[in-house]
């Protein structure tokens, strides 16, 4: 069985001011529950980047890597493949909307 789910959020932060978040994997501890340990290249998130997050749970970090697949910055979206521990794998495709109030519409798919 494939379960789909897409969750979504709407903020009140600017568009602009979300995807300056999600394209420094050095501020990815700002939205995802990990610490920030490195990105292969460094810098803002590129296609074929690896970022490698530590999830602290149950008393212990554990590994996340985080593989940039693609973006696109005029349409403000993102997709990554989430290696999580024993083997589970996320592909995460983030898009950001404007709403009409000037916040955004946050999707994960």
Known sequence: MIVNVCPAA????????????????????????????????PGSVT?????????????????VRIDVLDID????????????PFGVQNHEHITLTQTQEGGTLVRLN
């Not at 296609?47 to 590994?63: K, N, S």
């Not at 910055?73 to 999580?84: F, G, M, T, Y």
């Open 10 to 41: 709407v903020s009140s932060a600017s568009p602009d001011a979300i995807w300056s978040v999600l394209t420094n994997p050095q501020k990815f501890e700002e939205w995802a529950d990990a610490r920030f340990v490195s990105a292969s290249p």
């Open 47 to 63: 296609p074929g980047q690896v970022i490698h997050l530590a999830a602290p749970e149950l008393g212990r970090d554990w590994p």
């Open 73 to 84: 910055p005029q349409h403000r979206w993102i997709d990554l493949l989430v290696h999580l």
